[in-house]
């Protein structure tokens, strides 16, 4: 890559024998921006200024209407901390967060390795994986909600034939059974992505290096754990860290099955935030809660990555 | 997709029948996984076909009693679908447009070329990534209200570009990081100069990081929700996914056009992320590696 700047810098400096202008020195330094530019300005206006945006609206005194009334110190946050239900909100949402990645992982560890298996229709496999990624996931929440319900549920007729329940249970009436069920609803529209990513990485591991291990006598078992999870290593960072920052921005899966209900618990930081800002009409702590949620996903994917050495992988 | 002739040879020959039992295996686990993924939306097929009065059956029935197909004749005038899906259209492609406009040269250039600030652009990628609309929700809002865009589609195509741009930077520096620059040099001397060097070597080269950079653009901002809950207010500037909903309400419950609608709005993009299925590993292998 140098060598191809240094031509090129070559090649301006026979054409030109003297000294480089200031002006085409000027136009040299500001080449990037010309390439980086339409990036940061969309980032700039679009991303960056609604967290300006966010962190000034959490310390101001926001009228139901949407007015600023002016400053209001930290109200905001010391109303958000008397709230008697941020504690279990805020472990909850860790809670789902953590249960959500790792059996994500693990499935997608094993779907990965099934799609890159060879058998016959292994094609329309990967197809049928995709789906849930390409179908809105407002959409399968709404069905899962539907199959969940209560008297026409799909889940209750088979529970009921198969004599696993004496009546239809309201699954989504109760808070732990609608938690677990909304937790695999995120698991279930998360697998596709993790699993590519995942087979994707098995793609890249040369075949020769199982060869030498088959030679070595390594076992199956053996060879997974020495060989393929080390090597996968960048695949499942990348897929997890994406997973954790879309799980714990998911929004639409408690939305549509349960609206955080009853009351506040089966609410996420996210759902709990929206309530606040668009039923509370209470924009200024919503905003707290907003600054609060960030700095949660940014302590968890800095602990993360810590954990997972990621300065070494990127060098 | 054969394996080595080594399998053949006698010492083959004996592994042979294991080798045919772990196939079989692998096939029965295949299908099982592919009707589990499947399955919701079998659901969603079947529940749309039932009628008004099938689906207040308790418990309700595997298949419908009769198959009502005009649901989805019917679902057309019980909301201005086409709204709808236009909304939904113009605002994915125009966010795929703009995304890509902005990630390619900021890619291209980055994976090229050192310069000063490359680390701190590439560090502001990876931090732009963790943030979510949903995160940034009420500055977003309070945003749009501030530069009177609300109820505005231009207001979803900006913020649903600027949220793709980041995985798509970083999609596309894997990939053209992963292309030798020889290749690019050869037509870089032969006087194409740097963008026809680009356009006329790399990005075909590049095909599945890009196809890979637009479909997850296009399905991302397709199936965009919470911006388009908050930020839109009229009818006719709803795309699918906040529409979709209102079909049950407390007032009414039309599951069957709510399904209807759906699978309308998932079997497009289910082809089209079927076609693009094979790019999408290389796409995905150049992301993870670098």
């Known amino acids: ?315 | 997709m054969t394996r080595p002739s080594k399998e053949t040879s006698p010492a083959g020959a004996a592994r042979r029948r294991p080798l045919r039992l772990r196939t079989a295996l692998l096939t029965a686990v295949g299908w099982l996984v592919a009707v589990g993924f499947l399955l919701p939306y079998l659901q969603m097929a079947l529940t749309s076909l039932k009628s008004e009065k099938d689906l207040t059956k308790s418990p309700g029935g595997y298949l419908p009693d009769h198959w009502t197909w005009s649901n989805f004749v019917d679902v057309w005038d019980a909301a201005p679908l086409w709204t709808y899906l236009r909304v939904s259209l113009i605002v994915a492609v125009a966010a795929t447009v703009v995304t890509l406009a902005c990630a390619l040269p900021a890619a291209y250039y980055t994976a090229r070329y050192r310069f000063r600030g490359r680390g701190a652009y590439l560090l502001l990628v990876l931090v732009t990534q963790m943030f979510a609309p949903t995160a940034l929700v009420i500055g977003i809002y309070r945003e749009m209200v501030a530069l009177n865009l609300t109820d505005t589609l231009f207001a979803l195509v900006l913020v649903n570009a600027a949220f793709n741009l980041p995985f798509c930077v970083w999609i596309l520096h894997g990939y053209f990081s992963s292309i030798p620059k020889e290749l690019e040099e050869a037509a870089f001397l032969d006087g194409a100069g740097r963008v026809g060097a680009l356009t006329r070597v790399t990005l075909p080269i590049s095909m599945p990081g890009v196809v890979t950079a637009v479909v997850y653009t296009f399905i991302a901002a397709w199936n965009e929700y919470i911006v388009a809950l908050t930020v839109t207010a009229s009818p006719d500037r709803r795309p699918l996914t906040v529409a979709v909903p209102s079909f049950v309400t407390q007032y009414q419950a039309h599951w069957q056009y709510l399904f209807a609608s759906s699978l309308i709005a998932i079997v497009p993009v289910v082809i089209l992320f079927v076609f693009v299925e094979r790019y999408l590993i290389g796409g995905l292998t150049a992301g993870s590696v670098k």
């Open chain 1, 1 to 315: 890559m140098q060598d191809l700047e240094t031509r090129a810098r070559d090649a301006g400096a026979t054409a030109r024998p003297s000294r480089p202008s200031a002006l085409r020195r000027a136009g040299r330094a500001l080449t990037p921006l010309v390439w980086l530019g339409p990036s940061l300005v969309l980032i700039t206006v679009v991303v960056l200024w609604p967290v300006v945006e966010m962190v000034r609206t959490s310390f101001q005194k926001i009228s139901s209407s949407g007015v600023t009334l002016g400053g209001n110190g930290t109200t905001n946050y010391t109303d958000l901390f008397d709230e008697d239900d941020l504690i279990p909100v805020v472990l909850r949402t860790l809670g789902w967060v953590a249960g959500i990645v790792i059996t994500t992982m693990v499935l997608s560890l094993a779907i990965g390795q099934l799609l890159n298996s060879r058998f016959p229709g292994r094609r329309i496999v990967r197809w049928t994986v995709i789906v849930p990624w390409a179908a809105s996931v407002l959409m399968t929440s709404l069905i899962w909600k539907w199959m969940l319900d209560n008297y026409s549920g799909l889940v209750n007729r088979v529970l009921l034939d198969l004599h696993l329940i004496d009546e239809p249970v309201n699954w989504l009436a109760h808070p732990w059974q609608a938690m677990l069920w909304m937790m695999w609803v995120a698991v279930f529209v998360s697998l596709p992505f993790a699993s590519f990513v995942i087979l994707a990485g098995l793609q890249t591991i040369p075949e020769d290096v199982y060869e030498a291990a088959r030679v070595d006598g390594a076992g199956p078992l053996r060879t997974y754990f020495g060989i393929t999870l080390p090597l996968l290593r960048p695949s499942i960072m990348i897929a997890s860290i994406i997973n954790v920052i879309n799980v714990f921005n998911s929004f639409p899966i408690i939305w549509a099955m349960t609206g955080g209900g009853p009351g506040h618990s089966t609410d996420t930081t996210t759902t709990f935030m929206y309530k606040l800002a668009f039923y509370d009409q209470n924009v200024g702590e919503s905003g707290a809660m907003a600054v609060v949620n960030f700095v949660l996903i940014l302590a968890m994917v800095l602990m993360y990555l810590r954990a997972a050495r990621w300065r070494e992988e990127v060098r």
